[in-house]
């Protein structure tokens, strides 16, 4: 029995610190929850730490629960296979969430199918490994390279898929850039968050990629693949969290307000009345023409109803 023990430190070990990430992940991703519910307390979403119970159950089992017996390193566990399952829905949910935003830019009934065959293809194939993992619980099943084929997949097509969102959706946004300043700020902050959420998702699943490449024989890929559902439900927080700020630049500046006594006609000199009307009367002008492009091009591609 013992020769059939894996070396401790890259399996084992890595776990321990992939689970350490995974909690401080939770813990940004609970904040990003409190802060939704504060700003949209109508919504519901779903949480993710129903992953992260099942993953802490596992390291539990073998630093804990079994300390000192040796044999137990030889397995699995149950938990450990299962936490692919809530994985791979939080993972589906927050890429459809992305794919929704790639239809109404794009209204490429084909291209967006195409991306959620991709999606719902990767989730199929964690499912199934997450089965084969629990009905054969052997620690050599996972070191045994007999999914290398399905992991380097998984890893491979998520990164591309994440990628692609990303810039399909900066693609398309850049489309909306006009004349006026305040649109385009606002479209150029949504470039930034859809470049940064993308990103962040795809690099960690390259990462996996690479780790296991690289590393076969040891679960430091599985240990990083811990972080990456956290990842994409903090991608999709971050999104939704930043539609309050993106809505106030839509909306004209509020007046000055005087804090001293009200001014009367008579105090204020006669170029300042007339320089302040025709500011006045300019910016009402520009909002006019802001709301009128904004109601009138962007309606049908959606982008109004996403900020």
């Not at 689970?19 to 919504?43: H, M, R, S, W």
């Not at 939704?240 to 993106?246: A, E, G, Q, T």
Request: proline share 3%.
């Amino acid at each position: 029995m013992t020769a059939d023990l894996p070396n401790v430190e890259p399996t084992y070990g890595a776990l321990l610190i992939g689970a350490f990430v995974a909690v401080f992940f939770q813990g940004i991703l609970t904040v990003q929850a409190y802060i939704y519910y504060e700003n949209f307390p109508e919504d519901e979403i779903l949480g993710g730490h129903r992953v992260l119970v099942l993953i802490c159950h596992s390291v539990y089992h073998y630093l804990a629960q079994n300390w000192g017996n040796v044999d137990a390193l030889a397995y699995s566990t149950v938990e450990l296979g299962l936490h692919l399952v809530p994985l791979t829905f939080a993972t589906l949910l927050c890429q459809g969430f992305f794919l929704r935003r790639v239809w109404r830019f794009s209204k490429q009934l084909i291209l967006t199918l195409i991306l959620a065959a991709a999606c719902l293809g990767t989730g199929i194939i964690d499912i199934v490994m997450s089965i084969q993992t629990i009905s054969n619980l052997s620690i050599s099943t996972v070191l045994s390279h007999k999914f290398s084929s399905e992991v380097i997949s998984v890893f491979a097509v998520g990164a591309t898929i994440d990628l692609a969102i990303a810039a399909i959706l900066c693609f398309y946004l850049r489309r909306e850039l006009t004349m006026f300043d305040r649109i385009n700020s606002l479209v150029a902050r949504l470039i930034q968050y859809t470049v940064a959420t993308g990103l962040v998702t795809s690099l960690l699943a390259l990462g996996c990629l690479i780790s296991y490449v690289a590393a076969p024989d040891t679960l430091i890929f599985m240990a990083m693949h811990f972080s990456l559902g956290r990842m994409y439900t903090n991608a999709l927080l971050a999104t939704l969290n930043s539609r309050k700020v993106l809505r106030t630049k839509l909306r004209p500046p509020s007046a000055l307000h005087w804090t001293g006594p009200r001014p009367t006609e008579h105090s204020v000199p006669t170029f300042a009345r007339q320089s302040e009307l025709a500011n006045q009367t300019t910016e009402d002008f520009e909002l006019k023409n802001v709301v009128e492009h904004t109601q009138t091009t962007t309606s049908s591609k959606g982008f109004e109803s996403e900020v």
